[in-house]
């Protein structure tokens, strides 16, 4: 992977914002790319795989990865989520996504299928052979039944795509056993924001962070300090950040409690799409109570 393609740091995730009429509110989703970006946030992945991306129709993820790209006017890399169940739709919409102007596209294993890792990698070679965009290899066991070990990942550094690696298993050392197999060449991204400072302490490059969406000067500020090795500051930071990250992960309905939490905060965001769930409003307020307390905190240091 040549060095224009070492594209690392905080990747905020947008939520979809929806009119009065169920249509997209493109205009709250670039204003919010507008806000995390002039945070410091360096990068924006749209269409993100545990969001509302499988709602859509395929024209409104046109619709919305041409926002995001015009919103982003070059000042930040844009991931797109091409999340799909057979390699060849998977790899339609990397096409359609670089046509769009995307810098990068973020694949997982195909959904629902439980398939063995072996399996897996077998399908995701045969796209990443033929992508035109670099890309992000998402390892979600929870959504995609199958677990990428690194042992498994390696198998495609030969594709002359392999970006990086999107890391949510939750395993305890699997940041440092990623970074050994894999080299310098791959980059290695947190994907659960509760364990961003853990990732960190253990060499990750980057964090996709749909947490960021909601607070991008803290998500910024932690990968700063971390990356600054001021550890002290970055510990301090997490003891609060670290809560309201818990809260939304922890959520079942955590796309819904983002969104309602960035509406009551002024920037409406309108409802989830079935079948997603909606939060409850308690959890909405504990949350912001949280985030109060985090910016509070901040006034006085």
Known sequence: MSNQHRMHGVFAVPTTPYNADGTQNLEQLAAGVEHALDTGIGGILCLGATGEALALSRDERESQVRAVVEAAAGRAPVV?????????????????????????????????????????????????AASELPVMVYNNPHST?????PSHLVELLDTGSFWSVKETSGAATRVRELRAALGDEVEVFIGADGI???GFSQ???????????????????????????????????????????????????????????????????????????????????????????????ALHV
């Open 80 to 128: 797109v989520g091409c999340m799909a169940y057979a390699p060849a739709e998977m790899s339609e919409l990397i096409a359609e996504a670089a046509a769009l102007g995307a810098d990068a596209a973020m694949i997982t294993p195909p959904f629902y299928g439980g398939l063995p890792p072996e399996a897996a990698i077998a399908a995701l070679r045969i796209v990443m």
């Open 145 to 149: 039944g199958t677990d990428l070990q």
């Open 196 to 198: 961003a400072l853990e």
């Open 203 to 297: 060499g990750a490059s980057g964090w996709v962070a749909a947490s960021a969406w909601l607070l991008p000067e803290q998500c910024q500020r932690l990968w700063d300090l971390s990356r600054d090795g001021r550890w002290g500051e970055a510990i301090e930071l997490w003891k609060g950040l670290g809560a309201a990250l818990g809260q939304i992960e922890d959520n079942p309905a955590f796309i819904s409690l983002i969104k309602a939490a960035l509406s009551r905060r002024g920037a409406e965001q309108g409802p989830v799409r079935p079948p997603l769930p909606s939060v409850d409003t308690e959890s909405v307020d504990a949350l912001l109570s949280t985030i109060d307390g985090i910016e509070g905190r």
